[in-house]
């Protein structure tokens, strides 16, 4: 494809140029909010076309390594003064160890130099040497480069905040030569031979510093099959590690394989995290290899992890310091279900959940196109997917596990419950408060006015689902508009609007983020359908919103574990825990449910 590369140049050819052989990997993160941020749900394919709103290429590709050096100059933080005169030092020092680069000025004075290399650099090693620079350097930014995941930068051409683009300081043509005749190795050893002081001494900083990641813990203990520790899995996605704990990548990696392979996983499961990006900071471990020995180098790790952990099996499985495999199905029922809950007819209670869905979707037309709106529609789905999981329209889960099931905080939670009960012909009754370490007894109810309606109404088919894992990242407009697809497929925007009941703008960003992520895709005749090969869960857990789900719960756990401790001791006999007149903490701690069923909602969905 020919090019123009005039001295001067227009913005969409900088960017068309020049993003593409940049960027770590052909991804590009758009901001919605006029520059403010640039968030992973909004990330897109990398193409030449130059986008309208302010974008951000990723710095680091799936393997961990990037394909050039992004160093951006900050006038926030000392006048554009001292940044003009700092990237003339770092030009200076470029050119004496033979470098050449890429330099664009922002609109507000920020700068930006580029330093493309023909060798990629791994994670660790990028960051080391930008750290370096940084003592250097006070205006230069080192986050770009100190976060693999969303390490992210505006490259030339990208509209910037306060209008106007990223300019080039010098012809497109040079630049575009310099892109395409990147630095050798040599000069990448040259740079860090160079800086080979202030690298350890950003080292030294490094294992001084308390590393947050690495306080939990790490063990592999009672993992079900398939879980690995959090601790492990954040390593593996990011990369970052205790120096204290690991010597070097080799270790860590290491550590990783064990905990994998002692969670249950295969060596496939494994590769496939590394290939597909999930796993980045792994795969940046073994960047050091050419690419045609990293998986069969990961093999003989496996291996060793295997034999590691077959040597120490006996000791271990007495000690409990491996896993613990489940030998029995978890129990599906609430605990502590009362009175009207016990159901003798699950099938007669699966068609009464079944026609309470009808009822749902006839009412949701009424709830407001607001946040709010959707939250509360969100609960009520919450609460049908309970039903269905403990066949039973009286659910008594709790607001900390409808807080799992939909994403919110569990007072939002208690909050929109009341609404809900309160309205006029409710979807949903209280029918005993909460007492002790029982939460909230809700039944499914479907109003006078709608059972006609609803009876008539044929099934949905497929499962009702809250707000599954990974709409947690792409945001509740998505989780409605895929819902709609999966149901009914081939739907125009205009029958998604009228499906969902979302506005027109909530319906085309959402199409935009889920086909961002090969979720959703458009035919010829512009009809929507979900794409069948994209996984719900593997993406959440290349969001990292697994972690964030597992957090929520062990949060809950804990409060569980306060709120019995003080029951123990205030609470003495059954009247003094039925009066509502006590003075404890009822809205603090309103009892959670038993562990399985906060596991169960957030784990079991895909």
Not at 3 to 24: I, K, Q, Y
Not at 121 to 126: C, D, I, L, W
Not at 342 to 357: G, L, M, V, Y
Not at 368 to 379: H, K, L, N
Request: positive net charge.
């Amino acid at each position: 494809m020919s090019r123009n590369l005039s001295t001067s140049c227009s913005p969409a050819e900088a960017w068309a140029a020049l993003a593409p052989v940049l960027a770590g990997q052909p991804r590009v993160r758009l901001s919605k909010d006029a520059g403010k941020s640039y968030p992973q749900k909004h990330e897109r394919n990398l193409t030449e076309a130059l986008p309208s709103v302010p974008a951000a290429v990723r710095i680091f590709g799936k393997d961990g390594t990037c394909a050039a050096i992004f160093l951006d100059f900050d006038s926030s933080v000392a006048g554009q003064d001292w940044v003009q005169a700092e990237v003339r030092a770092v030009q200076t020092w470029l050119h004496s160890v033979g470098a050449r680069w890429i330099e664009d000025y922002s609109p507000n004075g920020g700068r930006h130099v580029y330093v493309p290399l023909a060798q990629r650099v791994t994670f660790s090693e990028a960051r080391d040497l930008v750290e370096a620079l940084g003592t250097r350097y006070r205006t230069l930014d080192k986050t770009p480069h100190q976060n693999l995941l969303h390490g992210c930068m505006r490259t030339p051409g990208s509209p910037h905040k306060r209008g106007g683009h990223q300019q080039l300081a010098m012809s497109l043509s040079m630049a575009y030569d310099i892109a395409r005749r990147p630095n050798s190795p040599a000069v990448w050893a040259a740079m860090i031979e160079d800086l080979a002081a202030e690298i350890k001494a950003v080292r030294a900083l490094r294992q001084e510093e308390t590393f947050t990641t690495a306080n939990i813990d790490a063990s592999v203990v009672d993992r079900p099959v398939g879980r690995m520790s959090r601790a492990m899995q954040v390593l593996a996605q990011t990369g970052l590690y205790d120096t204290n704990r690991y010597a070097s990548d080799s270790d860590a990696r290491q550590a990783v394989i064990v905990a994998a392979a002692a969670a249950g996983l295969e060596l496939v499961d494994v590769e496939r995290r590394m290939l597909q990006g999930t796993w980045p900071g792994l795969a940046s471990f073994y960047a050091r290899y050419a690419a045609r020995h990293r998986l069969p180098s990961l093999r003989r790790d496996w291996m060793s992890a295997v034999n590691y952990l077959s040597k120490n099996k006996a000791n271990e499985d007495g000690k409990n310091n491996v896993r613990r495999s489940p030998t029995s199905q978890p129990n599906t029922q609430a605990a502590g279900i009362k009175g009207p809950a016990q159901i003798s007819n699950p099938d007669a209670e699966h068609r009464f959940i079944r026609t309470w869905r009808n009822a749902l979707r006839i009412r949701e037309v009424s709830y407001q196109q607001s946040r709010t709106g959707m939250a509360r529609r969100m609960v009520l789905r919450a609460l049908g997917e309970a039903a269905h999981m403990t066949a039973s329209r009286f659910i008594e889960f709790g607001v900390r596990s409808i807080a799992v099931a939909t994403g919110l905080d569990h007072t939002t939670v208690g909050l929109h419950l009341r609404e809900l009960r309160g309205e006029k012909d409710p979807l949903v009754t209280l029918v005993e408060e909460a007492r002790g370490t029982k939460g909230d007894l809700y039944m499914l109810t479907v109003p006078e006015q709608l059972k006609n309606a609803a009876e008539d109404a044929t099934w949905q088919k497929g499962k009702i689902h809250a707000l599954r894992p990974v709409f947690r990242e792409l945001g509740m407009p998505a989780a409605f508009v895929y819902e709609a697809l999966e149901h009914s497929p081939g739907l125009s925007s205009t029958d998604i609007v009228a499906a969902t009941r979302l506005s027109r703008s909530a319906v085309h960003e959402a199409l935009e983020v889920l086909a961002g992520w090969n979720l959703v895709a458009r035919d010829a005749g512009r009809a929507w359908s979900v794409v069948p090969g994209t996984s719900l869960k593997q993406l959440a857990e290349h969001f990292g919103v697994l972690e964030a789900v597992a957090n929520q719960i062990q949060r809950y756990r804990n409060e569980r574990i306060i709120w019995r401790e003080w029951l123990a001791k205030n609470v003495n006999t059954v009247a003094e825990l039925l009066s509502p007149d006590d003075d404890y903490p009822w809205e603090m701690f309103e009892g959670p449910p038993e562990a399985w069923s906060l596991s169960d909602i957030a784990f079991r969905r895909a």
